[in-house]
C-alpha cells in the first residue's frame, strides 16, 4: 500500500470512529456530554460514518488511472 493511501485509510477509520462515538451519544448509550441523548447528534454521526466509509474504501481502492496514449 502507497505512503499516500495509508493515510487516506487511517483518515477514514478516524472519521468512522468520531461517527461512531457520536451516533451512540445521541442514542444515549455514551453519557457524559452535552451531546447525550440529542437526537441530531445521532443522524449527524451516521452521515459522518457513512463520509468515513466512502474516504476507506477510496483509500483502500487506490487511484487506478490508465495512460489511453
Same mark, same amino acid.
Not at 461517527?19 to 452521515?47: D, H, N, R
Given at each position: 500500500? #502507497?505512503?499516500?493511501?495509508? /493515510?487516506?485509510?487511517?483518515?477514514?477509520? !478516524?472519521?468512522?470512529?468520531? @461517527? !461512531?462515538? /457520536? &451516533? &451512540?451519544?445521541?442514542? @444515549?448509550?455514551? #453519557?457524559?456530554?452535552?451531546?447525550? @441523548?440529542?437526537? &441530531? /447528534?445521532?443522524?449527524?454521526? @451516521?452521515?459522518? !460514518? !457513512?463520509?468515513?466509509?466512502?474516504?476507506?474504501?477510496?483509500?483502500? #481502492?487506490?487511484? #487506478?488511472?490508465?495512460?489511453?496514449?
Amino acid at each position: 500500500m #502507497k505512503k499516500q493511501n495509508l /493515510w487516506v485509510v487511517s483518515g477514514g477509520v !478516524i472519521v468512522m470512529l468520531v @461517527g !461512531i462515538v /457520536w &451516533f &451512540f451519544q445521541g442514542l @444515549g448509550a455514551l #453519557k457524559g456530554s452535552p451531546m447525550t @441523548g440529542e437526537i &441530531f /447528534w445521532t443522524y449527524m454521526g @451516521g452521515v459522518v !460514518i !457513512i463520509l468515513g466509509l466512502a474516504v476507506l474504501l477510496r483509500g483502500l #481502492k487506490g487511484t #487506478k488511472r490508465t495512460n489511453s496514449r
